[in-house]
């Protein structure tokens, strides 16, 4: 019985202690499922506010099919991380926790952290068994990388991932077209096009296929693969992506039509949309490319009438954009095809000036620079019609000059005489000012303001109305009734026969005040002819050059250059005038015409300098020579422009030094710029290693949504990663390119130490967390612990990068050292780091001069790179002498290299005859200041003293004023001297170095006197 009862009571302490298992269970399910849910909607709300956000396309740069992140804040995304972590911290073996690093991975990734969603995703692909978020960690990391810019990673990354056995169809196809972006990204087309070629038949997400169909025309277009990418903008519409993509995919495809020689095809498309009520706000853009259409097609007057149209516009004003694209059109249209160049620079004046954003003009959009040309043509124009005049009229006798003047006279009174009568009969007549059409050309407001006060042609038609109904009517209070007009006494109105009897008075008076013609100008002296013919011929010569060198018209420029030649044979610029031709038939390839006007400077004018340079094209260097040299000279110009773009490495620069080199690979200069491509991706590799890109989750302590702490301290061994394969890659370039070249038998001892130390695979990747205290830093050993060799122990020298030659052109000698620095040389210590910088630099000379020593300071810390010095395969510090030439400094020698290609801000001006002290003013400097009208009632010839202007010296010669310096003269005449260099002054190209060309300096002109 006792045990019985004994039996009873066990049973139920079983029965409760189970039952409360049970309902524990239960909290603890119901806590995990409630806290994930939570999560899942706060995730849901705050893609929702993304999906919501415009999507903006550029068809004119690669478009992404992976979206960026629109960079919206949004609470939602904290929500989420806020509860994910939460289940990782609490509930670390829940079933949930998957989904939970899910989550936060991709708000992570919304909320712009890319780091972070990396990492989440990367602790995902390691910790789940679940095959879907195995293949979606893979998809968001490389989404991840795509945002960071990291496309090089990138690919690596994705190369690695298309060989893992557990992708799907539709993840595979994903992962070719991330592979895809990230190639379009670098520029790479052929890649991007073969992946996404690959990828489209296992897309199944309909608005993502559309996206990388539009990507993969992109793409095909660039390789000129006009057909294929016309079926692929095709397919854009039928996968129902944003309208933005459709709308911009039929505009591609006509383009596409257009590049193929389909005009016809192209015009029916724009005709299509331009019909398509979705496109009304964008109709601006559509008439603009049936416009453009027109004109390929050669049908010139259709396409003006169009252009025209746009602009006129009364229902749609056209953007900013469309309206600077239809002026430069316009402009094009009339200075290519009508040769009316002042009709063209106004149209490109008008293009120049329009707020437009330049990523969606065409590539070569200088109507700033066309309008400035084609502006200088037309003052350069009237300027030669206007002396050529005067010295006419100053060549006939008294009494034809008095008939040309009667004659001149007459005419201007009948021109008068019309305009005084239409306005006459215009006031004077009844008028039908109702609906006219141009009264509801309203416009827009914001354009033309309220009721179109800003509109000139409504505002002068809105005046004749007035003035046809009520006549030149004062504003007084009750201005209609002319009772009240008359006795204000503010106007005298007249009686319909009072205007009768007065009209011829008036009208002579008028007209008689107006025919007033001054004589003044007309040279009288043969000094003052002289002057005139002078300035006829400088006109000419520049106009030539303006044709020449800014209008790329050399027919219209040989016209004036042989005009010279002909007309003025005593004329200085002759020579300059016969070079001329000789570089335009040299141009040209007329081999005949280039020789006859090199003999004929060499034996008509020896002694110049044209003489010199023609000598050389023709007798001396031979031609393939003088080529290679100019090549060469291009290529320093360019490693230099590349090497002074920024002081940050960056794998565009090392990229920029390999492309560089490869496309001048058969010059002599291409093995030392593609080694310093190697040198730049083995410094890369040494600054972005993964270790050091995760350094920031090294140091920090563990958080408390992490599963696992540092993912890639196994990773942290020698010569392993993208960077590290980037210079493999570029090493085994050199190898197929330059072995026999100079440098061979380094980068051969460079790439046999990578492959020694490269493991074979990557180890696994561990997560155990680690805290702030346990992630010790990787143990280097600094220059300061141990003893540098020298140059001497090695048996070798210091090799300059770019040569001794550039960095002395770089030097700055003080101008106080000019005709003071004695020729011979300075010798430095300079302890040189593993990667070829200066880490100190010590003078060994004694009594230096402090300025010289600072110009040499300042050279070595801003411009001094070696080669690294390699011992033993690696590469290595060391301490060297080394000694640099340095020649007697004269005053126009003190200008660098460095300074012509950017000046520095405060930095000293410096005078344009200390940049090239022989250059030549065309026409001569006395003609030059015989061209300034200096103010009336001021006496030139009682004046004295200098001006000083700041001036920019243009490539073509031509010169404009930044501002005056100083001044000794009255200050009316400051805006003569002005006028007259912006309008006159010109100095001959052909004599120009490359110093002074597209740069600011001082010049200074003497005042009165003679001239």
């Known amino acids: 019985m006792k045990f019985s009862k004994y039996i009873s009571l066990l049973l139920l302490t079983l029965i409760l202690v189970s039952c409360s298992g049970i309902k524990s269970s239960w909290k603890n399910f119901r806590a995990h499922y409630n806290s994930y849910y939570n999560a899942e909607k706060s995730y849901s709300a705050g893609l929702r506010t993304v999906e919501d956000q415009p999507v903006e396309v550029n068809p004119e740069m690669p478009q992404r099919v992976h979206l960026s992140p629109p960079g919206v804040s949004e609470q939602n995304f904290d929500n989420t991380i806020e509860k994910g972590a939460e289940i990782l911290r609490k509930f670390p073996e829940s079933k949930w926790t998957d989904d939970a690093l899910y989550l936060l991975g991709k708000s992570y990734y919304y909320k712009e952290d890319f780091y972070l969603a ?16 195995r293949q979606e960690a893979l998809v968001w990391k490389a989404r991840s990388q795509l945002d960071l810019e990291e496309y090089l990673e990138g690919i690596s990354f994705i190369t690695g991932a298309l060989n893992v056995g557990y992708l799907t169809g539709s993840y595979l196809a994903e992962l070719k077209v991330l592979l895809s972006e990230h190639y ?118 259709q396409a003006e009438q169009r252009y025209k149209e746009i602009l006129h516009d009364s229902k749609t004003a056209p953007s900013q954009n469309v309206r600077a694209k239809t002026y430069y059109r316009l402009g094009k249209i009339y200075s290519d095809q009508y040769q009316n160049f002042t009709t063209a620079a106004a149209y490109y004046d008008s293009a120049s000036t329009q707020n437009a954003n330049t990523q969606f003009l065409e590539d070569k959009f200088d109507a700033g620079e066309l309008a400035s040309a084609y502006g200088s043509y037309s003052e350069l124009k009237s300027e030669i019609n206007r002396v050529d005049s005067l010295l006419w009229l100053s060549s006939l006798s008294s009494s034809d000059l008095d008939s040309v003047v009667n004659t001149l006279r007459d005419k201007r009174r009948e021109a008068l005489n019309r305009r005084l009568q239409n306005r006459e009969s215009a006031t004077g007549r009844l008028a039908n000012v109702g609906n006219r059409p141009s009264d509801n050309l309203t416009g827009d407001t914001s354009l033309y ?98 044709f020449l060198l800014t209008m790329n018209m050399p027919d219209s420029a040989s016209t004036y250059f042989l005009d010279i030649i002909r007309n003025y044979p005593e004329s200085e610029l002759v020579p300059q005038s016969m070079y001329s031709l000789f570089e335009i038939n040299s141009e040209n390839g007329n081999d005949q015409q280039f020789r006859y006007w090199g003999n004929r400077i060499l034996r008509e004018y020896p002694e110049t300098r044209y003489a010199d340079k023609v ?11 003088q080529q290679r040299e100019n090549g060469s000279e291009n290529l320093l110009a360019q490693l230099q422009r590349i090497e002074n773009a920024s002081d940050t490495l960056s794998i565009y620069k090392a990229e920029q030094f390999r492309r560089l080199a490869l496309a001048n690979s058969s010059s002599d200069m291409a093995p030392y710029i593609h080694y310093r491509s190697i040198r730049s ?13 995760y350094r920031q989750f090294l140091n920090v302590a ?210 344009c005859e200390d940049l090239d002290s022989q250059f030549d003013v065309v026409g001569g400097m006395k003609n030059f200041l015989s061209t300034v009208n200096y103010p009336e009632g001021v006496n030139r010839r009682t004046l004295s003293g200098e001006i000083t202007f700041e001036i920019y010296i243009e490539a073509n010669g031509k010169v404009r004023v930044v501002k005056m310096l100083s001044s000794q003269a009255p200050g009316r005449i400051d805006q003569a001297f002005q006028n007259a260099i912006d309008n006159r002054l010109y100095f001959d190209p052909y004599t120009l170095n490359d110093r002074i060309k597209n740069q600011s300096c001082s010049i200074s002109f003497p005042v009165g006197g003679g001239y």
């Open 184 to 301: 379009a990204m670098l520029g790479n087309w052929k890649e991007s096009a073969d992946y996404m070629g690959e990828a489209m038949a296992g897309l199944r997400d309909g608005k993502l296929k559309g996206r990388a169909f539009f990507l993969y025309g992109q793409v095909l277009e660039r390789l000129e693969r006009y057909g294929e990418a016309f079926f692929a903008y095709d397919k854009v519409a039928s996968q129902f992506p944003d309208y933005e993509y459709i709308y911009w995919s039929r505009m591609k495809k006509a383009e596409v039509a257009r590049k193929e020689g389909n005009l016809e095809s192209a015009i029916s498309i724009y005709t299509s949309m331009s019909r398509d009520d979705k496109n009304v706000s964008r109709l601006d853009r559509i008439n603009y490319e049936i416009s453009r259409t027109y004109e390929m097609m050669g049908d010139i007057q």
């Open 681 to 693: 991706y083995v410094q890369l590799a040494k600054n972005n290693t993964e270790r050091e890109r």
């Open 449 to 546: 303001g309220f009721l179109n006060y800003k509109n000139p042609r409504l505002k002068r038609e809105s005046i004749n109305n007035f003035q046809a109904l009520w006549g030149s009517r004062p504003l007084v209070d009750n201005w209609r009734r002319i009772e009240v007009v008359r006795s204000t006494g503010l106007a005298d109105v007249e009686r319909e026969e009072d205007r009768q009897i007065n009209r011829p008075q008036i009208l002579s008076e008028d007209i008689d005040s107006r025919l007033n013609i001054d004589l003044s100008e007309i040279p009288a002296t043969s000094t003052e002819k002289e002057e005139y013919r002078q300035r006829l011929i400088g006109a000419k010569y520049r106009l030539g050059n303006l």
């Open 615 to 625: 000598d050389v094209r023709l007798n001396g260097m031979a031609e393939s020579e």
């Open 702 to 911: 563990t958080e408390p949504d992490s599963v696992a702490g540092d993912s890639l301290v196994a990773q942290l061994y020698p010569f392993y990663g993208t960077y590290w394969d980037s210079v493999r890659n570029t090493i085994s370039e050199y190898d197929s390119l330059f072995a026999d070249k100079p440098l061979g038998e380094d980068v051969q001892t460079l790439r046999k130490y990578l492959n020694s130390e490269l493991r074979t695979e990557a180890p696994p990747i561990q997560f155990t967390a680690k805290t702030k205290t346990e992630a010790e830093p990787v143990e280097t050993v600094t220059q300061e612990k141990k003893a540098l060799r020298t140059c001497r122990d090695l048996g070798t020298n210091l090799e300059i990068v770019g040569g001794m030659t550039n960095f002395l052109s770089r030097i700055d000698y003080p101008r106080e050292l000019c005709d003071k620095v004695e020729a011979g040389e300075i010798s430095y210590r300079i302890v040189v780091s593993e990667d070829g910088k200066v880490d100190s630099s010590t003078p060994l000379t004694t009594e230096l001069p402090p300025a010289l020593k600072k110009a040499f300071d300042n050279a070595i810390n801003s411009f001094l790179y070696f080669d690294p010095i390699l011992i033993n395969g690696k590469p290595e510090a060391v301490s060297c002498s080394i000694s640099f030439p340095i020649k007697k400094q004269a005053q126009h020698e003190n200008r660098t290299v460095a300074q012509t290609q950017k000046q520095p801000s405060k930095q000293f001006l410096r005078a």
């Open 118 to 133: 990396i990492e989440k995703f990367e602790e995902l692909a390691e910790l789940t068994t679940n095959r879907r978020y």
